[in-house]
C-alpha cells in the first residue's frame, strides 16, 4: 500500500487487497490488542477519507484513505547524555549501532544504556514516541538493533521477528578446526546452566534452537564464521559454537582469550526486515568494527 507519513499520523492508501474487508481485517493484518482496537477506535485516533471512524467492522475499498493519528509520547526511558549510533532510518523503524559492553536497558534509573541513548536520538530528531526495541544483544556483542518508531506498527514487527521473517547475521572470531567455505547446522537445545549464574548450555530440557554457520575465513589459529540466526535464544550463537568446539574468542562465560583482539569477538553485523505497508525489502549493514579488520 502506498502511504504518507506526516507530523503526527501517517496516511494510507487502501489498495486492492483489501477489497470487500474491514478495518478488523486490517487491525488482524498488523496483529493489534484488543486492547489497542478499542483505545484507537474511541481515542478518535483514525480517520476513513477525514471522518472518525469507531466502528470497526467499517468496510474498506480501493482507493481510501486510512488516517492514524499517532499521540506523542514520552520515550519511557531518561535521555543519556550522548545519542545511540544510527545507521539506518525510515518512517517505521531505525536500526542502532550498540558498543560493546552496553546493555539494551537497565532495571534501575541509570542511563548508560541503549534505551536511553536510543531517548536521546529520540528526543534530538523530533521522534516523539515511546523507545521501543525489537531485539536484543547481549552486553558484550557488538552491532545492530531494531527500534520501531511508530507504537501501532510494533506488534507486526514483533509477529516477523517471531516468524523468522527479520534476518539477522552475526560474524565471529573463533579458534578450532574448519575449512574456509565449510558449512555447520548447529540445532542443540539451550537450556540454562543450574551450576553457574547468567550461563546457558545445550540441554535436552532446553528450547530448540537453529544457528546456521559458514568458515568465511581463516588466519593463524583464528577462524571468521558466518552466522545465521533462525531461532533468538539467549547466548545462542555463543553456545552453539562453543559446544562444537569453537569458542568465542575473549568470550567470558564460553570462549577463550585471544589478546590479539580488543574484546569478544561477536558482531551482529546486518539486519534484514520489511517494509509493513509496501512490502519493500529493507538492509541494514554495521561496518564499525575494527577487530574484523585482522581477516582483510
Given at each position: ?15 486492492e ?17 484488543k486492547?489497542?482496537?478499542y ?34 509520547e514520552?520515550?519511557?526511558f ?19 549501532h550498540?558498543?560493546?559492553?552496553l546493555?539494551?536497558?537497565?532495571e ?10 536510543a ?23 557488538v552491532g ?18 517471531s516468524e ?12 578450532g ?47 571468521l ?17 562453543s559446544?562444537?568446539e ?7 562465560l ?39 579488520l585482522?581477516?582483510?
Amino acid at each position: 500500500m502506498k502511504y504518507q507519513c506526516k507530523h503526527g499520523h501517517i496516511e494510507i492508501i487502501i489498495d486492492e487487497s483489501y477489497r470487500d474487508r474491514t478495518l478488523q481485517d486490517f487491525f488482524d493484518a498488523y496483529d493489534i490488542s484488543k486492547r489497542n482496537r478499542y483505545l484507537e477506535l474511541t481515542s478518535g485516533n483514525l480517520e476513513l477519507n477525514h471522518t472518525v471512524i469507531r466502528n470497526p467492522k467499517q468496510p474498506l475499498s480501493c482507493g481510501d484513505l486510512l488516517s492514524i493519528r499517532i499521540p506523542e509520547e514520552h520515550p519511557g526511558f531518561k535521555a543519556a547524555a550522548a545519542e545511540c549510533p544510527v545507521v539506518y532510518e525510515d518512517d517505521f523503524v531505525y536500526v542502532a549501532h550498540k558498543d560493546r559492553g552496553l546493555i539494551i536497558h537497565g532495571e534501575d534509573s541509570e542511563i548508560s544504556t541503549l534505551a536511553c541513548m536510543a531517548a536521546a536520538y529520540q528526543q534530538n530528531h523530533g521522534i516523539n514516541t515511546p523507545v521501543r526495541y525489537i531485539h536484543r544483544l547481549d552486553r558484550d556483542t557488538v552491532g545492530l538493533v531494531l527500534f520501531v518508531k511508530i507504537p501501532f506498527f510494533q506488534p507486526w514487527f514483533d509477529r516477523q521477528l517471531s516468524e523468522k521473517k527479520i534476518r539477522r547475521h552475526y560474524y565471529a572470531i573463533t579458534t578450532g578446526k574448519a575449512k574456509v567455505s565449510q558449512k555447520f547446522v548447529f540445532t542443540g537445545r539451550i537450556g540454562r546452566d543450574r551450576h553457574v549464574s547468567g550461563k546457558y548450555r545445550i540441554s535436552d530440557t532446553g528450547a530448540e534452537a537453529l544457528t546456521r554457520v559458514e568458515c568465511v575465513s581463516k588466519k593463524g589459529p583464528y577462524l571468521l564464521m558466518s552466522c545465521q540466526l533462525e531461532t533468538g535464544r539467549t547466548h545462542q550463537i555463543r553456545v552453539h559454537l562453543s559446544a562444537s568446539e569453537h569458542p568465542i574468542v575473549n568470550d567470558p562465560l564460553y570462549g577463550v582469550p585471544a589478546h590479539l583482539f580488543s574484546g569478544m569477538g561477536l558482531w551482529a553485523d546486518e539486519i534484514d526486515f520489511t517494509n509493513p505497508l509496501t512490502g519493500e525489502a529493507c538492509q541494514a549493514k554495521d561496518t564499525e568494527n575494527i577487530d574484523f579488520l585482522y581477516f582483510d
